[in-house]
């Protein structure tokens, strides 16, 4: 308690700039929690599913269950439904509607980074203008005679080192954030054009197989 107190004290004296700064800091921590429950939530993957999907020759309904169990707010229970409803047609319609779908998905995983990007770029920005005007204060404080209020000016540079340290803070923490997010959203992607792959090659299959007089569920 006396340390968040202290903490609180020290913010006083960051000046104006603390208040945009905290601000950066509390979208950037709301924005951060929505992508983790979007992830948490949305795009979960269970381990039968994959394996599934990476079985040679799978059965659709088999597929059409696991989904259903999944969601259909699932992101990937939405690219798979795309090529399952478009199975019965040629691979490079299914391969088109499912880019179309994964486009889509991307737009959805790619909300809202942009503000972690600009907290990582205008929070040292702001810091710095603290800076500068904490440093002005305190020259405003050294008269033509000397030093005219020593206690103001070690307020000024007091103000100056916090609007600083709070900013590359924050834009620190925005950083790690922005970057695991975009390094999670290639990662999704990349899996789902991998698993994308897979069903369109078990669609083949499937046409060669009913070519060649078999049936396929």
Known sequence: MFDIQETLQALKFGGAMVYPLLALAILALVITIDKLFVYWRFVRL????????????????????????????NYFTRFFRVIME??????WWVESR????????????????WVLETVVTAAPLLGLLGTITGMMHSFQLIGGNGLVDPTGVTGGVAQALIATALGLFIAIIALFAFNFFSRRQSQVLDEMERLGTRLVDNIRLGEHERGNGHETT
């Not at 499912?98 to 889509?104: H, I, K, N, R």
């Open 98 to 113: 499912s880019g179309d779908e994964a486009q889509v998905i991307e737009k959805a995983l790619n909300r809202g980074l």
């Open 86 to 91: 478009n199975r019965s047609k040629p691979a």
């Open 46 to 73: 269970p381990r039968p599913l994959l394996e599934l999907v990476e079985t040679y020759g799978f059965a659709w309904t088999e597929l059409e269950r696991q989904l259903a169990e999944l969601g259909p707010s």
